[in-house]
């Protein structure tokens, strides 16, 4: 009971220091003002529009200043979302959104469960296919992928989270790969009998065949299969309603296009239909974010304390987290862990547009305050900004002159 009620008390002093509960000419708000111009004219060459708030050691103010910042660069009319990246002890959460109760789902949550689903079988109306190409690829998972509906009978076959071969089962007949091929001088009827015979009695795909055979030479298949693997990847991107199951691996070895340098990752990413939505994904996400009592100004909670904090924050499942947040608001702010005793903010920043580190006044040694600083230089990703926070003004002498030229711009209130 006593250390709730410490946390309660911790809790409320530290929103007694949120903007939201000062006056918008108050010399406090001026400051984050400055805060934030100096922050968008940094980025004069490259829009800044996503950062990692982070210092050298616990209790340097970071989550009030990264909460603050949001504040401010909210009242520019910008959607900004604060997101609680600190998986080790997360506070921004509890103390932007006022919720003191049991931990809300968020990044921890959507990382580990929502993309780490292991989905076996489904509609494709809950799982959309940009969804299930998405989550394989994330899992790095390896099996075929079968879709069916009323038009469509297709396999799409994937090695450790790429896609490796698509086949269009019903296809038409005309469109077949045989008939692309004579269709377009490629081949002769006999070439083809002769082909298909060949491939009764192998194992390989008809494409491996028609370049051993040299029945057609390997320029003119490439450019034939590109064109056959394309028509597969739309008629399969197509597909909005119907079923999938996930299968393990066949035995029979898919290298059809890939001893053909036919790039079929490449080519679904460019030739799926673009308004082929993540329908499970992007509402997992639009469930987890939390509106604030700020206008413009959302959070995104850490969820629940994971055992691997590093682990969760450095995985490619949060580089496509982070990647899915830029598409729905202006600017991002990401409160994560002091750099000294955790790794997190090194792994995180390489992922944003810059890194600000927050120092607390007459706390920390400058030796410290150098080592953060070329660890942000060790991941390329070099400081932005350093905020030095909690200044006592009367003690260093600035109260003077700070007060004489804010009152007369301001008055004396």
């Known amino acids: 009971m006593k250390l ?9 002093t530290d929103r007694s220091k949120l903007l939201t509960t000062f006056p918008l000419n108050s010399r406090y708000a001026e400051a984050y003002r400055t805060l934030r111009t100096n922050l968008f004219f940094s980025g004069t060459d490259n829009e800044i529009k996503s950062i990692v708030v982070t210092s050298a ?51 921890t949550d959507l990382v580990t469960e929502v993309f780490g689903i292991h989905l076996t079988k489904g509609d494709l109306e809950t799982y959309s296919l940009a969804d299930l190409t998405q989550l394989i690829r994330l899992q790095k998972r390896s099996g075929r992928l079968a879709l069916e509906n009323d038009k469509i009978q297709a396999v799409m076959v994937f090695e450790k ?41 192998s194992v390989y795909h008809l494409g491996r065949i028609l370049t051993t055979t040299g029945l057609v030479p390997r320029k003119d298949l490439v450019q034939a299969l590109s064109i056959y693997t394309i028509e597969a990847i739309r008629a399969v991107s197509a597909m909005d309603t119907g079923r999938f199951e ?13 001893s053909l340098s036919v790039n079929i990752e490449k080519l679904f990413q460019e030739y799926a239909l673009e308004d082929h939505s993540l329908t499970y994904v992007n509402t997992a996400i639009d469930s987890s974010i939390l509106p ?75 030796k410290i305050i150098h080592d953060a600083v070329d660890q942000f230089k060790t991941v390329k990703q070099p400081v932005i900004g350093m905020v030095l926070n909690q200044v006592d003004m009367r003690k260093e002498g600035y109260y003077r002159y700070y007060q004489k030229y804010y009152t007369s711009y301001y008055g004396s209130k």
């Open 161 to 201: 989270g790429e896609i490796i071969d698509i086949d269009w089962k019903n296809r038409p007949e005309s469109r077949n790969l045989i008939n692309t091929l004579i269709r377009k001088n490629l081949m002769t009827e006999n070439q083809a009998k002769l082909a298909l015979g060949h491939q009764k009695k």
């Open 292 to 366: 604030t009592e700020v206008d413009n100004l959302f959070v995104l909670p850490s969820g629940k304390i994971p055992p691997n904090p590093s682990e969760v924050v450095g995985s490619s499942r949060m580089a496509f987290l982070i990647a899915q947040l830029k598409t729905r608001f202006d600017f991002i702010i990401i409160d994560t862990p002091p750099v000294t005793p955790a790794t997190d903010a090194l792994l995180i920043a390489p992922l944003t547009d810059g890194a600000v580190l927050v120092v607390k006044s007459g706390n920390t040694d400058r």
């Open 57 to 107: 050691l616990e209790k340097e103010g970071k989550t009030t200043t990264a909460f603050n910042l949001a504040y401010t660069v909210a009242q520019t009319d910008r959607q900004v979302l604060l997101v609680d990246c600190d998986l080790r002890r997360p506070y921004l959460s509890t103390l932007a959104a006022n919720n003191t109760g049991d931990p809300a789902p968020g990044v």
């Open 4 to 12: 709730r009620t410490h946390k309660k008390k911790n809790r409320q």
């Open 246 to 258: 996930f299968l393990p691996p066949a035995g029979k070895p898919n290298d059809a296009a890939g």
